[in-house]
Nanobody
Framework: QVQLVESGGGLVQAGGSLRLSCAAS????????MGWFRQAPGKEREFVVA????????DYADSVKGRFTISRDNAKNTVYLQMNSLKTEDTAVYYC??????????????????WGQGTQVTVSS
């Protein structure tokens, strides 16, 4: 288990950008697969992206590929989500998550054992 705190959410116009941050506490961050999920009201939690412990391997949902970029700074125990060309469909609470599993394709929420509280992203027309 690792403690995670997201920040950086807010209101942005369609076509704009936001950068989310996830700060982790503890000494094991560098060995964890990190991911972002999102959940809109009335919708199920949706996988967005994950990154391996090394930062080399990534897996993006088709809906965000080419627009979102995940990165991590293990020295700072922080993972980032750069969101560009935002659409109204991106409106959701975004959650940072950590997994002790190796990154693989088609990871799901149950693969992640630690979760942040979420940060709201609202994209307006």
């Amino acid at each position: 288990q690792v403690q995670l705190v997201e920040s950086g959410g807010g209101l942005v116009q369609a076509g704009g950008s936001l950068r989310l941050s996830c700060a982790a506490s503890g000494r094991t961050f560098g060995s964890l697969t990190m991911g972002w999920f999102r959940q809109a009201p009335g919708k199920e939690r949706e996988f967005v992206v994950a990154v391996s412990w090394s930062g080399v391997v990534t897996d993006y949902a088709d809906s965000v590929k080419g627009r979102f970029t995940i990165s991590r700074d293990n020295a700072k125990n922080t993972v980032y989500l750069q969101m560009n060309s935002l659409k109204t469909e991106d409106t959701a609470v975004y959650y940072c998550a950590a997994s002790e599993r190796f990154l693989r394709a088609s990871m799901i929420a149950s693969d992640f054992g630690s979760w942040g509280q979420g940060t709201q992203v609202t994209v307006s027309s």
